[in-house]
């Protein structure tokens, strides 16, 4: 491989710029279809690059007594593991180095920006970035616990730890999708919760706490928050991919990226749905539905499939 | 069977009201930009009806706000000044007229950045 | 486990007008709270003192923005009775059409900020979206959507003409399939029914102790209604219901919100089919005698008093407003004490408050 291609690879085409691209591209998505759901006209397509130009072009400002490097750390180091983990998500048709255990280095990395984000409410001292953190940190242990759960049921059908193990192993059995439909379900809505998304979306809830640890945030750094949590959504949705459609294409192939970004855009759907659909739950009635519902019901599904 | 439905369908309440709404027109009007349009009784400006004034103040006397202003040097001659950045277009000047004379219309103007603009001279009869 | 004092207010996405309250949390319940008003005090009844009352008639609508019409409704009524004068039937039927209308308004405004602020941005939507239509009725009827301008010491200064009538009808077929669709949802929709059931409980005692008036009052199986109990305008000759709850708390106040929009809804009906033919105002003469007056009607949050007192000049002497908002702020620290930050959005919400009024 020469320095050219390496640099291709690593800036544009499955690197950063063609990620960049899916990213804001689902969330101009995201954003139009909740907006037509709710009768509006919703924005244009560039709107997300306009968004994230214009933040990183505005003065950055931080309160008074704020540690300066530890404040710019966060975001950078959210952004940097999210980036970490969409390399090992072979995200179209690229291939990636797989190894016995990369579904657990990518969920780790993908847990790593919400920890951040807890840390980023205590960081700026803001009363609402407090109390913000402390609801991101309810939140993370709750729906962290419920995502891996569930989406372990394909690991134990499969009987591997890597995320082309779990590949192969369905082009073997069929896809896991009709099977494992209640796993996914839950996995969804662990996603749901991971990504802090509407409904869900209680450590930034706007009319309670402002913005929650983000508050104080502006300028580049609220701009790299806001670009993990959109890289967020493609790697947990491919990653949902992954695991439940993976016989659906051959790597390496072009059929095979349109079909993938069907089922990325189909789950993009359902998930603009679901935050249109539902009100915000309180972080008390979350907990008690996600330990006391959800979390059984994925250890439940998950004896099922071992004793099958 | 049917309760049991029933009771399945609060789970999803909103679905058929959003996809009804997705698959039908927005409602946003005037996006991006499109020319207003005022309704009949829209109260844009002041006008007045030169003939009809005869310059017996009631409009002046009853504006909330001060925004009417007679210059009054005797019967025949005498001024009325309209101070749109005063004027909350309430009407009542129209109510107080006896005479059918100051009337609001829905025409509208754009608004100025030089103050001295705001000050319209309605009506001059007579030497000043 | 260590306190914390968090501001809401006066700035806060969940207030939309100016008021400040001092929550002292632990962990995320609201162990005490306090409040602090007057950041939009203009000082309206003191300035009224100054001007004529043919000037004040557009200064009370200057009080609320959302219930404007309700308070130059009560102020002419306070100086008509002064005067002694008899408004025609057809400039009473404008008014109590106007009255509805704003109601209807009024209650779908305040529905949209209580979804808004659950984080149910689709019923906001919507519901702003109904609103439009109502809006435009308004606009198309008095010139202004927001300050209508239509009442008179003596009458109302439009007339309804054909058009209008016919615009208000298939308005109104219109909203009535939307605001029952709505209803439906507020029953059904269980996220919704999740977030507003069991906060901000007041019982029937809480009512009574702190005087507390219109929806929030009647949530909590208080049947009061001035529309019914002391008739003004033309609600004696007009047949409705006034809806009754007793659940006391913000859902069931939203519900009664909206059965009251569909119960508008049937008014701005009856009016259309009955509304006489006739002048719509008398002329009114400038000096008031001397003498005192209290006016009352039911705004879309309860009650708004007017007190009126003259000595004969062509100024009032005094003039003393009461609005709905301010008895029913007070029961706000008493709600909010021992909930969950989360319920403080909601339980601010539903009082449905209009800072405007209450500091005048």
């Known amino acids: 491989m020469n320095i050219t291609e390496f640099l291709f690879n690593i800036l544009i085409f499955p690197g950063f710029l063609f990620l960049l691209a899916l990213a804001l591209g689902l969330d101009w998505l995201d954003r139009k279809l909740i907006a037509r759901f709710q009768g509006r006209v919703g924005p244009p397509w560039y709107q ?26 966060l975001p950078l180091l959210s952004f940097a593991s999210v980036m970490t983990a969409l390399f090992y998500i072979p995200i179209a048709f690229r291939r990636v180095p797989s190894f016995q255990g990369d579904f657990i280095v990518i969920m780790f990395l993908l847990s790593v920006p919400s920890l951040l984000y807890f840390l980023a409410g205590w960081a700026t001292k803001g009363v609402y970035s407090i109390i913000g953190g402390n609801r991101s ?45 209640f796993g996914f379900l839950l996995a969804l809505s662990g996603l749901i919760g991971k990504l802090k998304r509407g409904p869900l979306d209680i450590p930034k809830a706007n009319s309670e706490v402002i913005a929650g640890p983000l508050t104080e945030f502006s300028g580049k750094k609220l701009a790299l928050w806001i670009l993990t949590n959109e890289l967020q959504t493609v790697a947990g949705l491919s990653l949902l991919i992954y695991c439940y459609f993976g016989n659906l294409w051959q790597m390496n192939k072009l059929s095979g990226f349109l079909i993938f970004s069907v089922l990325l855009v189909l789950m993009q759907c359902l998930l603009s749905a679901i935050s249109a659909m539902y009100a915000r739950l309180r972080i008390d009635q979350l907990i008690r539905l996600n330990w006391y519902l959800l979390i059984p019901l994925s250890l439940l599904h998950n004896l099922y499939l071992i004793i099958k | 069977m049917k309760k049991i439905l029933n009771h399945l369908r609060t789970f999803i309440y909103l679905l058929p009201n959003i996809t009804s709404v997705f ?62 950045d005063l004027c909350t277009y309430c009407g009542q ?34 030497k000043l | 486990m260590s306190r914390m004092v968090i501001p809401i207010g006066p700035q806060h996405p969940l207030l939309k007008e100016p008021l400040s309250f001092l929550l002292t949390l632990e962990g995320e319940t609201v162990m005490d709270s306090s409040m602090r008003l007057g950041y939009v005090h203009r000082g309206i009844e003191k300035l009224a003192e100054q001007r004529t009352y043919v000037q004040n008639v557009v200064l009370t609508e200057r009080i609320c923005g959302i219930c404007s019409h309700i308070h130059t409704t009560t102020y002419c009524q306070a100086v008509e009775s002064l005067l002694g004068l008899e408004v025609p039937q057809r400039g009473l039927y404008i008014r109590t059409l106007m009255c509805e209308l704003e109601r209807i308004h009024s209650h779908l405004l305040w529905m949209g900020v209580l979804a808004k602020n659950i984080g149910l941005d689709t019923i906001f939507m919507y519901t702003w979206r109904d609103r439009e239509i109502i809006l435009n009725v308004m606009e198309e009827i008095s010139g202004g959507r927001v300050s209508h301008a239509v009442n008179t010491i003596g009458g109302v200064r439009n007339d309804l003409t054909k058009d209008q009538m016919n615009m208000l009808k298939e308005s109104l077929a219109l909203l009535r399939k939307r605001v029952e669709e709505l209803l439906r949802s507020i029953e059904k929709e269980r996220s919704f029914k999740i977030r507003t059931q069991k906060v901000g409980y007041l019982s029937l005692d809480d009512i009574k102790r702190y005087c507390v008036v219109g929806p929030v009052a009647r949530a909590s199986g208080m049947d009061i209604d001035l529309r019914r109990d002391a008739p003004y305008a033309v609600y004696d000759q007009l047949d409705f219901e006034v809806p009754l709850m007793f659940e006391g708390d913000v859902w069931a106040r939203s519900k009664i919100r909206v059965l009251e929009a569909v119960q508008s809804i049937h008014i701005c009906e009856q009016i259309i089919n009955a509304i006489p033919q006739g002048p719509v105002s008398v002329k009114a003469p400038r000096r008031v005698p001397a003498g005192e007056v209290v006016s009352r009607s039911e705004a879309p949050r309860g009650e708004v008093v007017y007190y009126v007192r003259s000595d004969g000049s062509q100024n009032p002497m005094r003039l003393k407003v009461r609005t709905p908002t301010l008895t029913n702020l007070v029961t706000l620290p008493k709600q909010l004490k021992g909930l969950q930050m989360a319920d403080v959005s909601v339980v601010i919400a539903g009082a449905d408050l209009c800072i405007a009024c209450g500091d005048r």
């Not at chain 2, 107080?96 to 009869?125: G, H, W």
């Open chain 1, 137 to 181: 940190l309810l939140q993370y242990f709750s729906y962290e616990v419920l995502f891996l759960l569930a989406i372990s049921g394909t690991i134990i059908t499969s009987n591997s730890w890597s995320i082309e193990g779990i590949r192969q192993a369905q082009f073997e059995q069929g896809a896991f999708i009709l099977p494992q439909i």
């Open chain 2, 23 to 84: 698959f039908s027109k927005a409602e946003t009007i005037k996006y991006p930009q499109e020319p207003s349009n005022y309704s009949s009784g829209f109260r844009g400006s002041v006008r007045i009806n030169q003939q009809n004034c005869v310059g017996c103040n009631a409009c002046v006397r009853d504006c909330p706000v001060s925004a009417l202003q007679l210059i009054k040097v005797s019967k025949e001659s005498f001024s009325l000044i309209h101070q749109q």
């Open chain 1, 48 to 73: 997300p690059w306009a968004d994230l130009l214009k933040l990183f072009a505005k003065e950055d400002i931080l309160p008074a007594g704020t540690n300066v490097v530890f404040t710019s750390l």
């Open chain 2, 93 to 126: 000047c129209q109510l107080s007229c006896k005479f059918n004379a100051i009337y609001l219309d829905n025409t509208y103007n754009q608004p100025s950045a030089d103050r001295k603009n705001f000050r319209v001279v309605l009506l001059k009869k007579g």
